[in-house]
C-alpha cells in the first residue's frame, strides 16, 4: 500500500537527516562501537585478558549506557516525526496506525517466546522509551526544546532520563544551545 510505504519512507529520511545534520552523531556512534569491540576482542594470555576486561567492565557498561539512550532518541525521535507528518500528509493514516498497534499487541505465545529469547522485546521496549520520551518533550515543550537532543553527546538523555523527560529539560536548561 502507498501510504504504507510513504510512513516507513518517512521514519528512514528521518534518520537520514538526524546522520546528516549532525556529523557528531554517526563519529560518537561509530566510536562508542570501537570501544565495545574492542573490549571483548583483546588479544592475549588469559590472566591479562580477564584482568583487562575486569577493568573495563564498568567504562564498558557506561557507554554502553550512553548508546542505548542515544538509539532510545533516534528511533523515538523518528517515530514521533512519522507520525506528525504521517497525520497530516497520508489519507490513510489513522487505518495505518491501528494497524500497527493491533500487531504489536497481539502476538501470538510463540511469537512473544521468541521476542524474549532473542532480547528483541528488550530492544522494542528501549524503543518506547525514546518515543514516550520525545513524545513528552515536545508535548511540553515543542520541537525547539526536543531538537536539542542534537546539541552532542551530552544533550543526549541519560537513560534514567528517558523516564524523566523533565529531568533532561531541566540538565540541558543550564547548558546553553548550539547554534
Given at each position: 500500500?502507498?501510504d504504507?510505504?510513504?510512513?516507513?519512507?518517512?521514519?528512514?529520511?528521518?534518520?537520514?537527516?538526524?546522520f546528516?545534520?549532525?556529523?557528531?552523531?554517526?563519529?560518537?556512534?561509530?566510536?562508542?562501537?570501537?570501544?565495545?569491540?574492542?573490549?571483548?576482542t583483546?588479544?592475549?594470555?588469559?590472566v591479562?585478558?580477564f584482568?583487562?576486561?575486569?577493568?573495563?567492565?564498568?567504562?564498558?557498561?557506561?557507554?554502553?549506557?550512553?548508546?542505548?539512550?542515544?538509539?532510545?532518541?533516534?528511533?523515538?525521535?523518528s517515530?514521533?516525526?512519522?507520525?506528525q507528518?504521517?497525520?497530516k500528509?497520508?489519507?490513510?493514516f489513522?487505518?495505518?496506525?491501528?494497524?500497527y498497534?493491533?500487531?504489536?499487541?497481539g502476538?501470538?505465545?510463540?511469537?512473544?517466546l521468541i521476542?524474549?529469547?532473542?532480547g528483541?522485546?528488550?530492544?522494542?521496549q528501549?524503543?518506547?522509551?525514546?518515543?514516550?520520551f520525545?513524545?513528552?518533550?515536545?508535548?511540553r515543550?515543542?520541537?525547539?526544546?526536543?531538537?536539542?537532543?542534537?546539541?552532542?553527546?551530552?544533550?543526549?538523555?541519560?537513560l534514567?532520563e528517558?523516564?524523566?523527560?523533565?529531568?533532561?529539560?531541566?540538565r540541558?536548561?543550564?547548558v546553553?544551545?548550539?547554534?
Amino acid at each position: 500500500d502507498e501510504d504504507l510505504r510513504r510512513w516507513l519512507i518517512l521514519h528512514e529520511m528521518t534518520h537520514a537527516w538526524q546522520f546528516a545534520a549532525h556529523p557528531w552523531l554517526r563519529s560518537y556512534m561509530e566510536e562508542s562501537m570501537k570501544v565495545l569491540i574492542d573490549s571483548v576482542t583483546r588479544k592475549g594470555n588469559t590472566v591479562a585478558r580477564f584482568a583487562a576486561f575486569a577493568g573495563v567492565l564498568p567504562a564498558q557498561w557506561r557507554v554502553m549506557r550512553h548508546v542505548q539512550g542515544t538509539m532510545s532518541v533516534i528511533e523515538g525521535y523518528s517515530n514521533l516525526v512519522m507520525n506528525q507528518l504521517g497525520r497530516k500528509l497520508l489519507p490513510g493514516f489513522d487505518r495505518l496506525e491501528q494497524a500497527y498497534r493491533e500487531r504489536s499487541s497481539g502476538k501470538s505465545a510463540l511469537e512473544v517466546l521468541i521476542w524474549k529469547l532473542t532480547g528483541l522485546d528488550l530492544k522494542l521496549q528501549q524503543y518506547k522509551r525514546g518515543e514516550a520520551f520525545c513524545q513528552a518533550v515536545f508535548d511540553r515543550h515543542g520541537m525547539e526544546v526536543l531538537n536539542r537532543v542534537w546539541g552532542g553527546p551530552e544533550s543526549m538523555p541519560r537513560l534514567n532520563e528517558l523516564g524523566n523527560p523533565e529531568s533532561w529539560y531541566r540538565r540541558i536548561s543550564t547548558v546553553r544551545p548550539s547554534p
